[in-house]
Protein backbone atom coordinates (compact mmCIF):
# COMPACT_ATOMS: atom_id res chain seq x y z
CA UNK A 1 0.00 0.00 0.00
CA UNK A 2 2.77 2.59 0.91
CA UNK A 3 5.62 2.41 -1.46
CA UNK A 4 8.35 5.01 -1.76
CA UNK A 5 10.60 4.39 -4.64
CA UNK A 6 13.80 5.97 -5.39
CA UNK A 7 15.67 6.92 -8.62
CA UNK A 8 18.64 8.78 -10.35
CA UNK A 9 21.15 7.16 -8.97
CA UNK A 10 24.96 5.95 -10.45
CA UNK A 11 27.87 5.88 -11.11
CA UNK A 12 29.66 10.16 -11.08
CA UNK A 13 33.13 11.08 -11.25
CA UNK A 14 34.29 13.05 -8.18
CA UNK A 15 32.88 16.56 -8.75
CA UNK A 16 30.25 15.79 -10.26
CA UNK A 17 26.47 16.38 -9.69
CA UNK A 18 23.62 13.73 -9.48
CA UNK A 19 19.72 14.36 -8.83
CA UNK A 20 17.78 11.69 -6.29
CA UNK A 21 14.27 11.35 -6.97
CA UNK A 22 11.85 9.51 -4.56
CA UNK A 23 8.36 8.94 -5.61
CA UNK A 24 5.47 8.27 -2.70
CA UNK A 25 2.44 6.61 -3.14
CA UNK A 26 -0.40 5.41 -0.20
CA UNK A 27 -0.10 8.46 2.23
CA UNK A 28 -0.85 11.82 2.13
CA UNK A 29 2.17 12.91 1.50
CA UNK A 30 2.15 16.90 1.88
CA UNK A 31 1.98 15.96 5.43
CA UNK A 32 4.71 14.25 5.71
CA UNK A 33 8.16 15.21 6.87
CA UNK A 34 10.72 13.57 4.44
CA UNK A 35 14.19 12.55 5.09
CA UNK A 36 17.24 11.00 2.72
CA UNK A 37 19.42 8.44 4.51
CA UNK A 38 22.65 7.08 3.33
CA UNK A 39 24.38 3.77 4.56
CA UNK A 40 28.06 2.44 3.74
CA UNK A 41 28.88 -1.50 4.60
CA UNK A 42 29.78 -1.65 8.37
CA UNK A 43 28.41 1.80 9.17
CA UNK A 44 25.24 2.68 10.25
CA UNK A 45 23.05 4.55 8.64
CA UNK A 46 23.30 8.16 9.14
CA UNK A 47 21.16 11.77 7.90
CA UNK A 48 21.84 13.40 4.58
CA UNK A 49 18.70 15.71 5.03
CA UNK A 50 15.92 16.52 6.21
CA UNK A 51 12.52 18.52 4.92
CA UNK A 52 9.42 19.01 6.42
CA UNK A 53 5.98 18.66 4.86
CA UNK A 54 5.07 22.32 3.46
CA UNK A 55 9.00 22.24 2.49
CA UNK A 56 9.85 25.55 4.41
CA UNK A 57 12.30 24.19 6.56
CA UNK A 58 15.92 21.76 5.92
CA UNK A 59 18.98 20.47 7.53
CA UNK A 60 21.56 19.11 6.60
CA UNK A 61 24.91 17.54 8.63
CA UNK A 62 28.05 19.64 8.16
CA UNK A 63 29.70 16.39 5.68
CA UNK A 64 27.27 17.74 2.77
CA UNK A 65 26.01 21.28 3.64
CA UNK A 66 26.63 23.41 0.94
CA UNK A 67 26.51 20.72 -1.72
CA UNK A 68 23.12 19.06 -1.01
CA UNK A 69 19.86 20.73 -1.71
CA UNK A 70 16.82 18.76 -0.75
CA UNK A 71 13.86 19.67 -1.92
CA UNK A 72 10.14 18.37 -2.82
CA UNK A 73 6.61 19.11 -5.16
CA UNK A 74 3.90 18.39 -3.31
CA UNK A 75 1.83 18.14 -6.32
CA UNK A 76 3.54 15.06 -7.68
CA UNK A 77 4.09 13.28 -4.36
CA UNK A 78 8.19 13.61 -5.08
CA UNK A 79 11.21 14.36 -3.46
CA UNK A 80 14.79 15.31 -4.61
CA UNK A 81 18.10 15.94 -3.42
CA UNK A 82 20.58 17.74 -5.97
CA UNK A 83 23.79 16.56 -4.75
CA UNK A 84 26.80 18.56 -5.98
CA UNK A 85 30.59 18.43 -5.95
CA UNK A 86 30.08 15.06 -5.10
CA UNK A 87 33.37 12.83 -3.33
CA UNK A 88 33.86 9.53 -2.89
CA UNK A 89 32.83 9.65 0.58
CA UNK A 90 29.66 10.05 -0.66
CA UNK A 91 29.34 6.81 -2.12
CA UNK A 92 26.44 4.84 -0.35
CA UNK A 93 23.14 3.30 -0.49
CA UNK A 94 21.14 6.25 -0.50
CA UNK A 95 17.64 6.01 1.11
CA UNK A 96 13.95 7.59 1.19
CA UNK A 97 12.14 7.96 4.49
CA UNK A 98 8.83 9.36 5.02
CA UNK A 99 7.53 10.26 8.49
CA UNK A 100 3.37 10.67 8.99
CA UNK A 101 1.17 9.75 11.90
CA UNK A 102 3.90 8.22 14.23
CA UNK A 103 4.69 5.69 11.27
CA UNK A 104 8.05 5.52 9.65
CA UNK A 105 8.27 4.26 5.45
CA UNK A 106 11.33 3.35 3.61
CA UNK A 107 12.37 3.04 0.38
CA UNK A 108 14.41 0.47 -1.07
CA UNK A 109 17.35 2.26 -1.57
CA UNK A 110 19.37 3.16 -4.43
CA UNK A 111 23.48 3.21 -5.29
CA UNK A 112 25.88 5.90 -5.77
CA UNK A 113 28.96 5.48 -6.50
CA UNK A 114 31.72 8.46 -6.69
CA UNK A 115 34.95 6.94 -8.58
CA UNK A 116 36.70 8.27 -11.65
Known amino acids: QVHLEESGGGLVQPGGSLTLSCTVS????????MRWYRQVPGKERELVSW????????IYPDSVKGRFTISRNNANNTMYLQMNGLKFEDTAMYYC?????????WGQGIQVTVAS
Open 97 to 105: HAFLDWNEY
Open 51 to 58: ISSAGGST
Open 26 to 33: GITFSDAN
